[in-house]
């Protein structure tokens, strides 16, 4: 059995099949993708002359989907453009061949039956004994897909089920088939782990799963209860989203962002398999349904669904008249009473313990759900672990159908559904009548689950491998808390500092922290990784606090801080042991800067780096414009006589407030270096920052050598400040970017030099310093930084 997967075919090349071949790309796999070839020529093909033998002809469907789905799908579907090359496409009729080079096939053909096994007897004579075969349905069965395939190939055979879109859905669900065998199983679920950054859930071989068997009752319900209330799409929207700990999509917005038809092929799917009248009448969609899939009222991807855009309006669905009138706004006291709760648990309890319609509903929707939920144990899936991961990775779910009674009175809520005639699955009462009376706890810093098969709390275990601080610091591994951040030992003699700042902002407290880290470090440690195990790694400055001082005039004290960050970030960059940052999600500002200036850096593929401070009326202070100004100046085949070309992408890339959509794309932008290492699994991204930190220890790791730059000069900063009024001219700028961009091309071009002088980091510093004191002090400045902590977002004035 191969083990290993470095080359996959994809049977089918619609919207899953080129989203699996654009993240297997991402992941560094080469992929064949085969779509079916053409069955007649276009009017177009035909008068270029195109026959049915050319390859123009017969890849068109697979080409054409490449093209759609894969080189412009927005958002992307790559996380570098050029990863494109690593899929090549072919047809299922003339490169049946080349399947043979393949270690993994999957097939991500129309969910039909025969089509699927038509496909599988097709390429088995042309596939390595050794290779894995699996299917992405969302539903059909994977025992009866291969039902007809010899014993060899069932083995080998079972479903991998990835949620679209493919990079940005965590969920994979895992379905071994009846005869697969133990290690194949394993290998998908490390693979899907450890490369492609996926979390599996492994389930039964049932009708839709685990995630859309739950999912598509969720919609369904809901439908019928609102027909019961005698409420409206919108009110019944307001109620279901983020009250419940749902994206604010909540029900019917996310009919229409899927489509109406997949809600209902999927609820079909479930209803032609199961037999239980309780959920058969929980699956049953009303009438006029029936009627908005005749009209092609399918959602956004036919322009009107539930809802409809008139304008700037948003109109919703009428079924009574068929048409579109103005959505109503929900107006319930139990309503606004969860929406100023902050915490999920006094969210549900403010609707459940409500005494109006929107209550009403609620509690009814939430009590079908759970009860829903927990009858399907054992068939679906035999731990309610399994289920809960499912509906948060799947459904994008704030919490699973067990863990959102997680901080309620749980059985005081069983006892009032058993008072409502809805009795709930023995196994929850034998729970409950053994003392345990939450599907969670917390013991000694670790997260524990009940487990059904058990019959008592089991930890809530990390993949093999993988490092959670959290677990570290229950496992006595924490050596200090600081001000705003906390010192862990993750093993091999290397420490790691968890940022735990207020919305992940660089503090002042936070970098005593690092400074404090670093002296440890180079006292006690082989080396050291910064990380967060928030949402994202850091998004800069503390600007409400910096706001407060410049508002009091304290302008030396400011510059003291950007002074220390400075400092900070300089020691960082030459301390005699190596840190290696290890970012996820926003990276932003002073956060960019942390890591543009450490040894090394291993970031999550879903990383978002940027020097945003223009939006904010300021520059980079913490030396990101001398560490971007350093970068052009030593790219290979810099010269000072052309070292505008050099600078001019950079200074673009701060002047644009440009944020990288990718770690791949922060290499491009210049705020990762080649070198450095990108993880598409984030609970494997601490263990891969370590095994850096490792590597380079082991190779006798030495900083930078320091050195004197020849910088620009005042001829650069002419021609780059030319680029700035063509900017401002053609309406990209407003007069004071132009400003803040004559700002950044002096710190740049060594602050108007006469001649290409040598500098020192040390002086780009100063220059970065005084521009941005300077800044601080205009009013116009203080007024996108209010704008900015008021509404979000960038003020233009």
């Known amino acids: 059995m191969n083990k290993i997967i470095k080359k996959a075919a994809i049977l089918g090349s619609g919207i899953m099949g080129s989203g699996l071949a654009s993240h297997l790309a991402n992941a560094g796999i080469e992929s064949l993708m085969l779509d079916i070839v053409p069955k007649a020529l276009t009017a177009e093909e035909e008068e270029k002359g195109v ?24 958002p992307p579907g790559l996380m ?95 379905i071994p088939g009846n005869d697969t065998l133990p290690e194949v199983l394993r290998t998908m679920r490390r693979f ?92 049953r969609f009303p009438e006029y349904v029936k009627q908005m899939l005749a009209d092609k009222r399918l959602g956004n991807k036919t322009g009107q669904g539930f809802y409809k855009k008139d304008g700037k309006d948003r109109l919703m669905f009428d079924p009574k008249t068929q048409g ?53 144990i054992p068939e679906i899936a035999d731990e309610l672990l399994d289920m809960d991961q499912a509906m948060v990775l799947g459904y994008n779910h704030q919490a699973g159908p067990f863990a959102v009674w997680n901080g309620l009175d749980l059985p005081s809520y069983i006892s009032r559904m058993e008072q409502e005639g809805n009795p709930v699955p023995t196994w929850v009462h034998a729970m409950l009548d053994a003392g345990v009376t939450a599907f969670y706890t917390e013991k000694q810093g670790r997260t524990y689950v009940y487990s059904i098969r058990r019959k008592a709390y089991v930890p809530v275990e990390a993949p093999s491998g993988a490092i959670r601080l959290k677990n ?54 082989q080396g050291m990784v910064m990380t967060n195990s928030g949402k994202n790694f850091c998004v800069g400055a503390d600007l409400k606090g910096a706001l407060a001082v410049i508002k009091e005039g304290r302008f030396s004290e400011l510059e003291q801080s950007v002074y220390k960050t400075q400092m900070l970030t300089l020691k960082n960059k030459y301390a005699s042991k190596p840190i290696v940052c290890a970012p996820h999600g926003m990276a932003l500002g002073g956060g960019c800067e942390l890591l543009m200036q450490c040894a090394a850096v291993q970031a999550h593929g879903e990383t978002y780096m940027g020097l945003v401070e223009l939006g904010v009326g300021l520059i980079p202070g913490g030396g990101g414009l001398k560490e971007l100004t350093l970068r052009a100046l030593e790219r290979p085949g810099s010269t000072t006589a052309f070292v505008t070309d050099f600078l001019l992408s950079a200074v673009q890339v701060v002047a644009t407030a440009k944020t990288s959509a990718s770690a791949f794309e922060a290499v491009e932008l210049g705020f990762m270096q080649a070198s450095d290492g990108v993880s598409l699994s984030l609970d494997y991204l601490i263990a891969d920052a370590k095994n850096k930190v490792l590597a380079l220890a082991s190779s006798n790791y030495t900083p930078p050598e320091k050195k004197a730059y020849r910088c620009a000069a005042i001829n650069d900063n002419a021609l780059l400040s030319m680029v700035g009024r063509t900017m401002r001219d053609g ?67």
């Open 731 to 797: 309406g990209y700028m407003t007069e004071y970017d132009l400003h803040i961009f004559d700002q950044v091309v002096y710190v740049m071009t060594g602050g108007g030099l006469s001649k290409n002088e040598l500098i020192t980091e040390e002086y780009l510093l100063q220059l970065e310093r005084e521009a941005f004191i300077g800044l601080c002090r205009e009013k116009k400045t203080q007024e996108r930084i209010e704008h900015m902590l008021t509404t979000g977002k960038p003020l233009r004035n």
């Open 80 to 174: 570098d453009k050029s990863f494109a090359v690593r899929i090549q496409t072919g047809n299922l009729e003339d490169d049946l061949d080349k399947l043979a080079d393949c270690d993994w096939i999957v097939e991500v053909v129309a969910e039909n039956l025969d089509i699927k096994r038509s496909v599988l007897k097709t390429i088995e004579p042309h596939i390595r004994p050794d290779a894995i075969i699996t299917s992405n349905t969302s539903g059909i069965s994977i025992n009866s897909i291969a039902a007809e395939m010899p014993e060899s190939f069932r083995e080998r055979w079972m479903g991998v089920h990835f949620f679209n879109p493919v990079r940005y859905m965590e969920l994979v669900e895992l």
């Open 472 to 525: 570290a610091a229950a496992d006595g591994k924490l050596v200090r808390r600081l001000g705003d951040s906390a010192l862990y030992d993750i093993g091999d003699g290397v420490l790691c500092l968890e940022i735990q700042s207020l919305n992940a902002a660089l503090t002042e407290a936070l970098l005593d922290d690092m400074l404090e880290a670093g002296d440890e470090m180079e006292r006690n440690w």
């Open 51 to 74: 026959t049915t033998a050319d390859p123009v002809f017969r890849n068109r469907i697979v080409n054409g989907n490449k093209k759609a789905f894969i080189e412009k799908m927005r």
């Open 324 to 376: 579109y009138i103005p959505q109503k706004p929900a107006d319930f006291p139990s309503l606004k009473k969860a929406q100023a709760e902050k915490a999920l648990p006094r969210k549900l309890k403010a609707l459940f313990d409500g005494d109006d319609a929107a209550s009403k509903l609620a509690w009814t929707h939430m009590k079908h759900y759970f009860i829903h939920a927990a009858s399907l």
């Open 192 to 283: 899907c782990e450890k490369i492609l950054g996926k979390t599996p859930v492994v389930c039964k071989d049932t009708p839709c799963f685990i995630a859309n068997r739950i999912g598509a009752a969720l919609g369904t319900d809901i439908m019928r209860l609102m027909e019961e209330a005698g409420m409206t799409f919108s009110e019944v929207d307001a109620i279901t989203g983020q009250c419940l700990g749902r994206p604010k999509t909540a029900s019917f917005m996310l009919y229409d962002m899927v489509g109406l038809d997949i809600g209902v092929a999927s609820a079909e799917t479930i209803t032609s398999a199961v037999t239980d009248p309780w959920e058969l009448n929980l699956l």
